[in-house]
């Protein structure tokens, strides 16, 4: 799944930037842009980043990557993305911590890496 993601991100990036792509930035007779031309470029722009899927934000697909400030959608970065090893890695770190806090040996929750790999999958989702 870890994958997935940069071959979704990939292709997303392509098809906004064909889409961009495809605008014209009209110019009058003297070959000027006039303020007309600009609002209707920005809102091709702003159409075309609707269109794209966005699960998080059904019917606005990445046009918030368009707004001032932070905000989910330029907070995600290609390093976000879960794997196999870190669910482990942290699965053992949580259950050292409890074991030392208890006591007593608390077993990780996540042991096998086919689970740790369904673990991984189900947060690349939610991200």
Same mark, same amino acid.
Not at 15 to 43: M, R
């Given at each position: 799944?870890?994958?997935?993601?940069?071959?979704?991100?990939?292709?997303?990036?392509?098809?906004?930037?064909?889409?961009?792509?495809?605008?014209?930035?009209?110019?009058?007779?003297?070959?000027?842009?006039?303020?007309?031309?600009?609002?209707?470029?920005?809102?091709?722009?702003?159409?075309? =980043?609707? /269109?794209?899927?966005? %699960?998080?934000?059904?019917?606005?697909?990445?046009?918030?990557?368009?707004? &001032?400030?932070? @905000?989910?959608?330029?907070?995600?970065?290609?390093?976000?993305?879960?794997?196999?090893?870190?669910?482990?890695?942290?699965?053992?770190?949580?259950?050292?911590?409890?074991?030392?806090? =208890?006591? /007593?040996?608390?077993? %990780?929750?996540?042991?096998?890496?086919?689970?740790?790999?369904?673990?991984? &999958?189900?947060? @690349?989702?939610?991200?």
């Amino acid at each position: 799944m870890a994958d997935a993601c940069y071959t979704a991100r990939a292709t997303t990036k392509q098809q906004v930037l064909e889409g961009i792509e495809k605008l014209t930035l009209l110019k009058n007779k003297n070959g000027q842009y006039t303020h007309d031309a600009i609002l209707l470029f920005q809102k091709g722009i702003t159409n075309v =980043l609707t /269109s794209q899927y966005n %699960p998080s934000d059904p019917g606005n697909g990445m046009k918030k990557l368009l707004d &001032d400030g932070t @905000n989910l959608l330029t907070r995600v970065k290609a390093t976000d993305a879960v794997t196999a090893g870190a669910v482990l890695q942290a699965s053992k770190d949580k259950a050292a911590t409890q074991s030392t806090i =208890l006591g /007593s040996t608390v077993t %990780p929750v996540f042991t096998k890496r086919t689970e740790a790999q369904e673990e991984a &999958d189900r947060l @690349n989702v939610i991200n």
